[in-house]
């Protein structure tokens, strides 16, 4: 008879096969706009560091403060011994910048998704969903236990069809999209969603992870962006990429985000965000509400980027993540790797993360225009034209 565990060490094989296997890098010291990168100095295109916060010694002093304060742990869930002051005023200094009622913050966006999506909806409801979207709506779909159906990649079209034919069957219906596209960089159609989800009585769960602090005219993402504030909607994000910290929130109507502290099991059942993440993540805010040079330093650095490589396929971007589609995961693998050897830390995305394979680069405020230039010439370099 087989060993139980014996068909992992084939799985294994087959992902090494398909060149879908994955290895961890080790990256020395702080990120940055440039990283040791075992042993290698290397120009980072693969940060969510969007606004380079997460290095900056103002966060870094207010998550030590914290700690000395409060110590290194919450030290038990929200709803019992681990909420604190700074928590509280980490949810209401959210919800004052996304112009919401009220935010609840989770210990992840993935806990986030997971957790608000599965106290939204349940088996009698409906779900539509891009079929781009990030793992954690997906992942917080399939939890649910209501029934999910996926629409074309941004078609309105496609999803007022399928609100249509199916809208009816269902109690409640909740329709989830990212704003900002992770592995794409493309944006969602949120007016037109947002018409669609009045018509057809649904509620909207948006995902703002590569949206926070890099959208919109004072960074709040892109509700504002899209010039839909004050619309009713449910947004998220993370602490984790432009804001530098760690940890997810949601902000809503004060009903909304009161009804998720009681039921997403997710925040209940989990030990509340450490005070260091906390702070940081407080700090940050204060950051970007006092300097948007920063946000506008990192929309030069990308309309550079984008200007200097129109004669190449990139992907249609206005946010941080630029997209190079390449035929197959071995070609980016040996793109990624030529890349590498000029210097730039630009990763392969490949299946089963996202449908084709591609190289992604993650523009960031702190590149130089050194940094920039030397990209543009590797990338000129690797993909003759
Ligand atoms: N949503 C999107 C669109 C993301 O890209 C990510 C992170 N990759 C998340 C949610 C999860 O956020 P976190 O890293 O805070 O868990």
Not at 301 to 328: D, H, Q, Y
Request: hydrophobic fraction near 40%; charge should be neutral; glycine fraction near 8%.
């Amino acid at each position: 008879m087989n060993h139980p565990y014996s068909w992992i060490e084939d799985s294994l094989k087959t992902l090494h096969r398909a060149n879908w296997y994955r290895r961890v890098k080790t990256i020395q010291g702080r990120g940055g706009a440039v990283i040791e990168l075992e042993g290698r100095s290397l120009i980072n295109f693969a940060s969510n560091d969007y606004l380079g916060l997460a290095a900056d010694e103002r966060m870094i002093a207010a998550a030590i403060a914290a700690t000395q304060r409060y110590g290194t742990g919450s030290t038990g869930s929200r709803l019992l011994s681990g909420h604190r002051d700074l928590h509280r005023d980490l949810e209401l200094a959210i919800a004052s910048f996304k112009n919401s009622e009220d935010a609840i913050v989770f210990s992840s966006g993935y806990l986030a998704n997971l957790g608000t999506i599965t106290c939204l909806v349940g088996q009698k409801d409906l779900i539509l969903g891009d079929q781009y979207n990030h793992s954690s709506l997906k992942n917080g779909a399939k939890l649910s236990g209501a029934t999910v159906k996926e629409y074309r990649h941004n078609s309105l079209e496609d999803l007022e069809n399928q609100l249509l034919a199916h809208r009816h069957h269902y109690r409640h219906c909740l329709l989830l999209t990212d704003t900002v596209f992770s592995m794409d960089g493309d944006i969602c159609p949120l007016a037109g969603i947002l018409a669609l989800a009045e018509i057809y009585n649904c509620m909207v769960l948006v995902d703002e992870a590569h949206a926070t602090g890099v959208m919109g005219e004072n960074g709040t993402g892109c509700v504002e962006y899209c010039g839909c504030q004050g619309r009713e909607l449910i947004q998220m994000g993370t602490l984790s990429k432009a804001l530098g910290s760690l940890g997810g929130y949601v902000t809503g109507n004060a009903k909304i985000i009161d009804f998720i502290r009681n039921r997403a099991a997710t925040w209940i059942y989990t030990t509340g965000l450490s005070p260091a993440d906390t702070a940081a993540a407080r700090m940050a805010l204060e950051i970007i509400r006092l300097e948007p040079e920063r946000r506008q330093r990192l929309h030069q650095n990308i309309n550079f980027v984008k200007s200097k490589l129109n004669n190449l396929n990139i992907l249609p971007s206005e946010a941080a993540i630029l997209c190079l589609p390449v035929a197959n995961p071995g070609q980016a693998l040996e793109l990624s790797q030529k890349l590498l050897e000029k210097g730039i830390f630009a990763p392969a995305i490949r299946p089963p993360t996202v449908p084709t394979s591609r190289l992604r680069f993650t523009a960031m405020a702190t590149h130089s225009l050194a940094h920039l230039e030397v990209l543009v010439q590797s990338i000129g370099e690797s993909f003759p034209t």
